[in-house]
């Protein structure tokens, strides 16, 4: 069984944690994420302008197995692209400016990334050509059964990259981890309930220019 090495990530006001693995949650069933990285069991988190209303179905605490997709054009071709992968830990949090006007919402995650310094990952190539990001999905997947489908959605709009860095794991047998920051200014968060798929989003107001 591979062994998980169990590690806090502080971001502003929030601390996430794994949680303890079980024996048979190694393989991932997203066919987009890397099969070298097995899926992190996280609890589920959102913004709270949306949490706070109350209406999003079944309890989604967790744990779950997050997939990241990443969407961009490509500054030099001008096509589209998208990658996918696990995420080991994510937050939200929000900051003041100068004048107390509060800034666009920022998602810090991090993923699983190869040792080797000349492995460029898709996000990396992304920064390098000056692509724009369209848009970040975080998908849930109920972790540790064998149960299918997504029941809660989350997808960021209107983005800001604000940070990117390669992680060396600190110890022998540590993952190294890619930390992204992305600033958003909408958010769709989606959930099943029964055979239905329902919807609610938070747009930042009008007049916050933020950063």
Same mark, same amino acid.
């Given at each position: 069984? $591979? $062994?998980m090495v169990m590690v806090g990530?502080?971001?502003?006001?929030? #601390?996430?944690?794994? &949680? @303890?693995?079980s024996a048979?949650?190694? @393989?991932?069933?997203? +066919?987009?994420?890397s099969a070298a990285h097995p899926a992190t069991p996280l609890r589920f988190a959102v913004i709270p302008e949306l949490l +706070? $209303?109350?209406?999003?179905?079944a309890p989604a605490e967790g744990p779950y197995a997050?997939?990241? #997709?990443?969407?961009? &054009?490509?500054?030099?071709?001008?096509?589209?692209?998208?990658?996918?992968?696990? +995420? #080991?830990?994510? @937050?939200?949090?929000?900051?003041?400016?100068?004048?107390?006007?509060s800034k666009p919402p920022l998602l810090t995650l @991090?993923?699983?990334?190869?040792?080797?310094? #000349?492995?460029?990952?898709?996000i990396m190539a992304a920064v390098t050509r000056g692509d724009v990001l369209s848009k970040v999905t975080l998908a849930f997947r109920p972790y540790g059964t064998a149960a299918r489908g997504t029941p809660h959605v989350l997808t960021m709009n209107d983005l800001k990259l604000t940070s990117m860095k390669h992680v060396r794991g600190r110890a022998a047998g540590d993952t190294d981890r890619e930390e &992204?920051?992305?600033q958003f200014r909408h958010i769709v968060w989606a959930w099943t309930e029964g055979?239905?798929?329902?919807?609610?989003?938070? $747009?930042?107001?009008?007049?916050?220019?933020?950063?």
């Open positions: 069984m $591979r $062994r990530v502080v971001l502003g006001a929030f #601390t996430l944690l794994p &949680i @303890a693995a048979n949650d190694a @393989a991932p069933s997203a +066919a987009t994420a +706070a $209303r109350g209406h999003h179905g997050v997939t990241v #997709t990443v969407e961009g &054009i490509d500054a030099r071709t001008k096509r589209p692209w998208t990658t996918s992968f696990y +995420a #080991t830990t994510f @937050a939200f949090t929000r900051e003041v400016d100068a004048n107390k006007q @991090a993923h699983a990334a190869s040792a080797d310094p #000349t492995d460029v990952t898709p &992204i920051g992305v055979a239905k798929t329902l919807h609610d989003e938070w $747009r930042m107001p009008h007049g916050h220019v933020g950063a």
